[in-house]
């Protein structure tokens, strides 16, 4: 079985900040890993996605993820945070079947 | 290739009445995932699909829920006797299968059901 773990469901920074969503997983198979993102009123949306190869994964508008085995993780980051990043981030696993979300990040953008 | 199409999107139902959410998944796509999202809540897996086949039903509620996706059509999530605890939004998302697992879930838009 899949789960994972989203900690800190809001995050704040100020715009120019780095941005660091964290994700943990658990899977009983080799995972494949997604970040979505959701802006308000709207459905969700791949941001990156990890299935096999390079660990570090770029993804659309500037954001990454590195797949760590040993750490069970799979950090969204980003280094400088824009006013349009604000939004609800969703990590996802996985491995056998069905698709399984945490429970989601909001990210607030301070100017 | 359009995307995943769900309707509709808004939805208001009386209490006791029913509801049919649509989802046409994207042109290729053999599996549906729906997904339940409360207010300021994360996504609840319902129930996941083939054609003409419930794979895994885990997260559907025993009662007054039911979904399908028939060989043609769209996938029909189906909601009787629809109580106020059943407004949130409803997502649905289509994925290509190869081998043992899932490409990545492509998302419809969702349908917000309002229960009043």
């Known amino acids: 079985a899949q789960s994972v773990t989203q900690l800190g469901s809001h995050v704040s920074v100020s715009e120019g900040a780095l941005v660091l969503l964290r994700c943990n997983y658990s899977s009983s198979v080799p995972p494949y890993l997604f970040w979505y993102v959701q802006y308000p009123n709207q459905g969700l949306q791949l941001l990156l996605k990890y299935t096999t190869g390079a660990t570090l994964v770029k993804g659309i508008n500037g954001f990454e993820a590195e797949f760590k085995k040993s750490e069970t993780s799979f950090h969204l980051t980003k280094p400088s945070a824009h006013m349009s990043d604000a939004a609800e981030y969703f990590c996802?696993?996985?491995?056998?079947?069905?698709?399984?979300f945490g429970q989601g990040t909001r990210l607030t953008i301070n100017p | 290739n359009a995307g995943v199409m769900q309707n509709p999107r808004h939805l208001v139902r009386r209490r006791g009445q029913e509801a049919r959410l649509r989802c046409s998944p994207m042109k290729g796509h053999s599996h549906v995932y729906w997904y339940r999202q409360l207010p300021e809540e994360g996504l609840k897996f319902m129930v996941y699909?083939?054609?003409?086949?419930?794979?895994?039903e885990s997260g559907m509620p025993k009662e007054r829920f039911s979904a399908e996706f028939p060989k043609e059509g769209p996938s029909i999530l189906r909601i009787q006797q629809v109580v106020r605890g059943d407004s949130a939004a409803y997502f649905c998302?289509?994925?290509?299968?190869?081998?043992?697992?899932?490409?990545?879930?492509?998302f419809g838009q969702g349908t917000r059901l309002t229960v009043v």
């Open positions: 699909l083939q054609k003409e086949n419930i794979i895994d």
């Open positions: 998302a289509s994925s290509l299968v190869t081998g043992r697992t899932n490409t990545e879930a492509f």
């Open positions: 996802a696993v996985t491995g056998a079947q069905k698709l399984v």
